[in-house]
């Protein structure tokens, strides 16, 4: 099955530095999700967005649910070391739930 | 606490003897599924149960099992492991199956040698 295209691959950024990473689809979704998988641990849902167009916020956290109901993006701003980790979008509809092959962060102090 | 557990944690095994991973959560949710995260693959869905004795194929079922019989209880069977199913399992669930937020377990990494 398709998966969702998630760019960048990677990012090594300074600490205190802004960060942003989107995914794609060819497929229109009803909610995107954003999950971060610290080492060794299971994803863990950061942001649901439910309505094309919707902005939210979880902190310095970020995302938004694109108009066309085929993309997404995550910001996150002043970044700090705990923020290291793998980030997933993943695309939602129905039953059909699809990830994107994630973005690996790592924050120098 | 609001949880979803997967057991072992870690397991090697040899080719060809069967093994179960465990899942439970104690949500009450409808929605389970089974995941396998490879590198640069993300996560893809092995199979999935919209609710007790209810289960489908996900996007890669070929070589796995699942079994609902109870709602809490997901385990995933490999009945012949092969090397190629070297990976970083997790189950997931949650309320139903559109669109809400799935719960993830801490992982089964598994080796197959």
């Known amino acids: 099955g398709q998966q969702l295209n998630q760019s960048p691959q990677s990012m090594f950024i300074q600490e205190g530095e802004d960060v942003s990473m989107n995914c794609t689809s060819s497929?229109?979704?009803?909610?995107w999700l954003w999950y971060k998988q610290d080492p060794g641990e299971g994803p863990v849902l950061l942001i649901a967005?439910?309505?094309?167009?919707e902005l939210t916020s979880n902190g310095r956290l970020t995302a938004q649910f694109g108009i066309t109901r085929k993309d997404s993006f995550l910001n996150i701003s002043a970044s700090i070391p705990s923020d290291v980790g793998i980030y997933f979008c993943?695309?939602?509809?129905?039953?059909?739930?699809?990830f994107g092959a994630g973005t690996r962060l790592t924050v120098k102090p | 606490e609001a949880q979803v557990t997967q057991n072992p944690r870690y397991l090697i095994t040899v080719t060809g003897k069967k093994l179960t991973v465990t899942c439970s959560q104690n949500m009450n949710h409808e929605y389970m599924s089974w995941y396998r995260q490879d590198p640069g693959l993300g996560l893809r869905q092995i199979y999935y149960?919209?609710?007790?004795?209810?289960?489908d194929k996900g996007d890669v079922p070929e070589g796995y099992k699942v079994s609902r019989k109870e709602k809490r209880n997901f385990p995933l069977i490999l009945e012949s492991p092969s090397p190629n199913q070297t990976s970083l399992y997790f189950c997931?669930?949650?309320?139903?199956?559109?669109?809400?937020?799935?719960?993830f377990g801490q992982g089964t990494r598994l080796t197959v040698v």
């Open positions: 997931a669930s949650k309320v139903g199956g559109g669109g809400t937020e799935a719960f």
């Open positions: 967005l439910y309505k094309a167009g």
């Open positions: 993943a695309g939602q509809l129905g039953r059909d739930m699809r």
């Open positions: 149960s919209m609710n007790v004795e209810v289960t």
């Open positions: 497929s229109i979704f009803n909610t």
